[in-house]
């Protein structure tokens, strides 16, 4: 047989020292990076709790539980097992007219774990399609209605994904919306909440948001925000009370309210959804990210038995929306064995430990003349600077100090997995102020 890969390094070992490593700066995109100036990639080569390990054999502490996801650590043994055992029934199945356990026993969980009314689970592949499909949602639910709603008013700093749906209601600044001009839909943007979570509320605060549902409201869909933490879009942490402000404006006017919880759902903001900080449920709410530990990618869209009822009501006669791996079930088996992690319990005080630390902590940061504003809120820890940081350099610091931590622009902020040790935390922090020098 003729050897066809002369040339080609067929082993499983990455190598660091030079083809691998060379073929993904010549060939392989990252999450939002130059082709014309590739910056360094740190191969990883397993992962094990709150660890990651280089193919150089060092060992980083993580402090990203990649983008909020891992939140019981890398390669646990319960999610391994759930992922196996589904893996010797059936890895996939189409989910038009077949059902199966795991996606069954998923939508109860979530039905279970979230804010009453919501009752309807649409089950979606990541968190923009989630996104997408909550604003289809909104549309397809006016339209039902018989009134022609083609506007969402959303908040200045929020981040709801990289699809077009879920950039238009991004931050215009941070996702060029003027590179897309003319293909991407112009919705209504409010500034964002000033109040800190943890300062004493401003009336005023809400003003600029209620000026706009109030001049809109006949055109405007739903309302579309992230709950209590604006993530991607500048790490803000804002006062419950607002949020409260909007359900009440939301109800008075008539119109829906969109929750995006793909950050903040399970557990990371100490309450299991942020929207229980101001005790409020939404009208339709995504949840993504840590819905499989961070295994794979699985997201969700709910809503109440109203919306949906009215959505199928319509001229179309059924949700208009159906992925080819919709409920895949080595996902739903993996979340249904996270959500598990998640009934014992343990990440209350797991989280509350971690808060408490960081409150302790992040103040002292604070002190660096670099820094504008340290805040926190849970198992979340940021650090806002004056200048944006240097990545090439920073991303080493961190490395050489035992740590993985990937700040953009001027913001530094960890989300570490909830199992993360008191002086593991401490050195995360320590890093984060070594960085500064
Ligand atoms: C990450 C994120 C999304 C997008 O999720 P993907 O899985 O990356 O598509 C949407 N909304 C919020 C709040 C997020 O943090």
């Not at 890969?5 to 499983?12: G, L, P």
């Not at 979606?124 to 969402?152: P, T």
Request: negative net charge.
């Amino acid at each position: 047989m003729q050897n066809i890969n002369t040339n080609k390094n067929t082993s499983n070992q990455f190598s660091s020292a030079g083809t691998d490593l060379d073929y993904d700066r010549q060939h392989v995109w990252h999450p939002y990076t130059s082709t014309l100036n590739p910056l360094p990639c740190y191969p990883v080569s397993h992962a094990e709790g709150v660890h990651l390990y280089l193919e150089d054999g060092r060992q980083l502490i993580d402090g990203m539980s990649s983008w909020w996801a891992t939140i019981h650590g890398y390669n646990h043994p319960v999610l391994n097992q759930a992922a196996k055992d589904q893996l010797d029934k059936m890895s996939h199945v189409m989910f038009g007219g077949i059902t199966h356990q795991p996606a069954v026993e998923l939508c109860r969980k979530l039905v279970e774990l979230s804010p009453a009314p919501l009752q309807q689970v649409f089950l979606a592949d990541s968190g923009s399609v989630s996104v997408e499909v909550a604003l289809k949602m909104a549309l397809q639910y006016w339209h039902a209605k018989g009134e022609r709603r083609s506007k969402f008013l959303t908040l200045r700093h929020g981040y709801h994904g990289d699809t077009f749906a879920a950039m238009s209601v991004t931050d215009p600044d941070n996702s060029m919306h003027s590179l897309y001009k003319g293909f991407l839909p112009e919705h209504i943007f409010a500034e964002s909440p000033q109040t800190g979570f943890h300062d004493a509320w401003d009336e005023n605060d809400i003003a600029d948001l209620a000026a706009k549902l109030e001049a809109h409201h006949t055109d405007i869909a739903a309302i579309i925000l992230e709950p209590v933490v604006q993530g991607a879009g500048g790490m803000r942490i804002y006062h419950p009370t607002y949020l409260r402000r909007v359900r009440e404006l939301c109800d008075d006017l008539g119109v829906l309210l969109i929750v995006d919880e793909i950050a903040t759902g399970f557990g990371r903001t100490g309450k299991l959804f942020a929207c229980e900080h101001a005790g409020i449920s939404p009208d339709i709410m995504c949840v993504g990210k840590a819905l499989t530990g961070g295994y794979m990618t699985l997201a969700a869209t709910m809503t109440t038995k109203q919306v949906a009822d009215t959505v199928c009501s319509g001229e179309a006669g059924c949700f208009m929306h159906g992925p080819t791996f919709m409920g895949n079930p080595l996902a739903c088996a993996v979340a249904n064995a996270s959500l598990s992690l998640l009934e014992t319990g343990d990440w209350q005080h797991q989280v509350s430990r971690i808060e408490h630390q960081l409150s302790q902590l992040l103040p002292m940061v604070g002190q660096s003349e670099q820094v504008k504003a340290v805040r926190w809120l849970g198992a979340i820890g940021v650090v806002e600077l004056y200048e944006p940081v240097d990545m090439v350099s920073i991303q080493k610091s961190f490395v050489d100090n035992g740590v993985w931590i990937r700040p953009f622009g001027r913001l530094i902020y960890i989300m570490p997995p909830f199992i993360i040790g008191n002086q593991q935390l401490e050195k995360l922090v320590f890093a984060i102020l070594q960085s500064l020098h």
